[in-house]
């Protein structure tokens, strides 16, 4: 019942405390940054979409991984980041506002690209 409860409640309401403070600390002007030079964004998102799964791919040729296992590889690789990404780059001092930028435009793009990557 603890493991659940931790689980369930209490570990998702800490991720958004933790989300809401780092919410909290950026600014419009983090945000602007970020608009005014997408040269960042586009080469996240170009590397987040496109090279990792190629990477993954590849991998997955090379090891010669079972079918079972490899779709769920190519899974992950085609998958969003999470919002722990974005604690991740405040803890290690870097742009917090290029990352939630990436979070969210990739898991907008995952929709389309999940689909065509794992077919």
Avoid: E, W
Avoid at 52 to 77: D, R, T
């Amino acid at each position: 019942m603890q493991a659940n409860f931790l689980s369930v409640v209490l570990m998702p309401l800490a991720l958004a405390l933790i989300m809401m403070g780092l919410g909290l600390s950026l600014t419009l002007a983090d945000f602007k940054r970020v608009y005014l030079f997408p040269k960042a964004v586009i080469i996240g998102l170009f590397c987040q979409m496109f090279v990792l799964p190629i990477i993954c791919f590849l991998i997955i040729k090379a090891m010669g991984i079972p079918p079972v296992l490899a779709v769920g590889l190519m899974l992950l690789a085609a998958a969003p980041g999470g919002p722990s990404a974005n604690l991740y780059s405040h803890i290690a001092k870097g742009d917090v506002a290029l990352n939630v930028t990436l979070t969210a435009l990739n898991s907008l793009f995952s929709v389309f690209s999940i689909a065509v990557i794992v077919n």
